[in-house]
């Protein structure tokens, strides 16, 4: 029995099975019994087996070895055992007083074990696992992988549209509603390449070439705006692609000419004659 947690003038029946790990000296709580026998001062304890006497005088022996417990009902020993003094076993032997009714005495009794329990009724589970307890943390693992599921699929399905094409305005190119920071002459190198498919080297050397310089430095400025480029587009549209690249030519394979990757563009035909 327990104290009722909000009346401790009352009792109430506590049916809750711990397990104490005299090694690691720790508690489980196994579950709770599937029934309740009291605190007879017959009951008593012999190896594995605890036995108890219910009101109706029937015997219940429990198995803490399988977690089972079993029912006997031998009225002849039930009926007249003393509810003053406790039994003792040994050596299979059970010791125990019985009211003598005819001489309104006590005696002391022993019978073998076997004897003493008469046939078994009934056999079933002493705890009942509470599966809430037991397995509470299990569902809520289940239920957060569902709900973060859930979060990521309605996330997936219902989030903004990345912008995936560069499209122009008033002879300016945008992704979505911002506008792409272009200089002239890489707008202009762009709008060439846009125009055209396989591009020489010399016609774009011819769009950022600086007039008195040597030739190789005006190679280095063509092959750095184009590294430019190549970076800028990937950073805006956030993909992992090579914009621009070159290729021997077809006609010539001494010659070497440029393309653009023309799949992320959208642009008019106004923008392209400007």
């Known amino acids: 029995m327990s104290i009722d947690p909000f009346d401790n003038l009352k009792f109430e029946k506590n049916q809750t099975v711990w397990h104490f790990n005299l090694r690691s000296k720790t508690w ?9 026998f009291g605190n007879n001062p017959q009951n008593f304890q012999y190896k594995n087996y605890y036995f108890a006497f219910t009101d109706e005088r029937r015997i219940i022996r429990v198995n803490f070895n399988d977690n089972f417990y079993e029912i006997f009902s ?3 020993v039930s009926t007249k055992i003393s509810p003053k003094m406790q039994p003792f076993v040994e050596n299979e032997r059970i010791y125990f ?3 003598n009714h005819a001489s309104e005495g006590i005696d002391l009794v022993s019978i073998s074990l076997a004897e003493f329990l008469g046939k078994s009724q009934s056999k079933e589970d002493f705890i009942k696992i509470d599966f809430w307890s037991t397995y509470s943390s299990y569902f809520n693992l289940v239920l957060g992988l569902i709900l973060l599921g859930l979060i990521a699929y309605i996330w997936r399905k219902y989030r903004p549209a990345q912008p995936t094409l560069i499209t122009d305005k008033n ?4 992704v979505g509603n911002a506008a792409i920071n272009f200089d002239e002459t890489e ?6 390449l846009l125009k055209n498919d396989d591009v020489p080297n010399s016609e774009l050397l011819e769009l950022v070439e600086q007039k008195g310089v040597h030739f190789s430095h005006n190679i280095r400025l063509k092959n750095d705006l184009l590294n430019q480029l190549n970076l800028k587009l990937k950073a805006i549209l956030q993909v992992d692609v090579n914009f621009i690249i070159f290729k021997k030519s ?3 394979s001494r010659l070497k000419v440029y393309r653009l990757n023309k799949h992320y563009f959208k642009v008019s035909e106004e923008f392209l004659n400007d």
Do not use: P, Q, S
């Not at 489980?28 to 309740?36: D, I, Q, S, V």
């Not at 002879?171 to 945008?174: A, D, I, N, S, V």
């Not at 707008?187 to 060439?192: A, I, P």
């Open 28 to 36: 489980e709580n196994r579950g709770k019994t599937a029934l309740f």
């Open 187 to 192: 707008l202009k190198v762009l709008r060439f």
């Open 74 to 76: 031998n009225e002849a």
């Open 171 to 174: 002879g300016m190119l945008y």
């Open 250 to 252: 077809d006609t010539d």
């Open 97 to 99: 007083f019985a009211n």
